[in-house]
């Protein structure tokens, strides 16, 4: 099925990562967690692929430049390989159709902004676009949060941190290393109060880069509470007030930088922690 994909789409780019799937064990698997990475549940994913960088400001400023929108700032730290910033979720998902479109690929989201979205329950914002995925579409998307997860884990491995390491190090990630929130499972190091690009450090047995730190990335999944029971190919809870990131920033803490940990915002919510990196299925 893999080979015959491949040969169906000969165009792959090169940094989009084929991920196996399985089958792991969802969560806060080291006990150390908060109550949200509770309970640890089996979940298994089907095959996909993720790309090894997050989108960058170069691939996002030709996204701006080709539909005539705004720019978003780079809080003076570069533009090019640095990590797109300042994106909102409304934003990825509408990046990640331009580009299947760009690419001759069927969009995955229908979005529709003449009404509100009846499942967004977020009362202070009014921005509620209605997002429908075509989940049977080859074009690009955003990771589920079980996907993230499980590549983050290289494949559902029982690892701390997205690097592949169970010690979180500045000189291998870009997080808060300062001494005053050393955990026992992180050095002390470099606070760099700013993102690198997208290419730093050494990536996971996946091939994936900074999976911890440097930017929180954008999940497709409404955020919720987990479940108890065994999940097949999980896409979140069906409405909330909130959209998942995960993987920690720049400025996050160890405690944040773990594969385990879950954060959430407004989808219309922009700020310079937060980037994303793309998925896709390719289809027969």
Known sequence: NHLQTLQLRPALPAHMKYIKG????????????YDSEKPVHPVTVD????????????????????????KPGDAGWGRGKQPVISVSWYDAVEYCNWLSRQQG?????????TRQDPNNKNGDWDEKWIVTPNWNANGYRLPTEAEWEYAAREGGKKVRFGNGQNILRATEANFDGSASYKQPYSEVGEYREKTVGVDSFKPNGLGLYN???NVWEWCWDWYGNYQN????NPRGAAGGSFRVLRGGSWGSLP???RVACRNSNAPDYRDN????????????
């Open 22 to 33: 399985g089958s792991f064990e969802m969560g806060d698997v080291f006990g150390e967690g």
């Open 47 to 70: 095959d996909f692929y993720m790309s090894a960088y997050c989108v960058t400001f170069e691939e996002y400023d030709a996204f701006c430049v080709a539909t005539g929108r705004a």
């Open 105 to 113: 690929l069927t969009p995955v989201y229908t979005i529709d902004k």
């Open 211 to 213: 999976m911890s730190g």
């Open 229 to 232: 029971s065994p999940q097949a």
């Open 255 to 257: 405690q944040g930088c």
């Open 273 to 284: 922690y937060y980037g994303f990196r793309l998925a896709f299925v390719p289809q027969l």
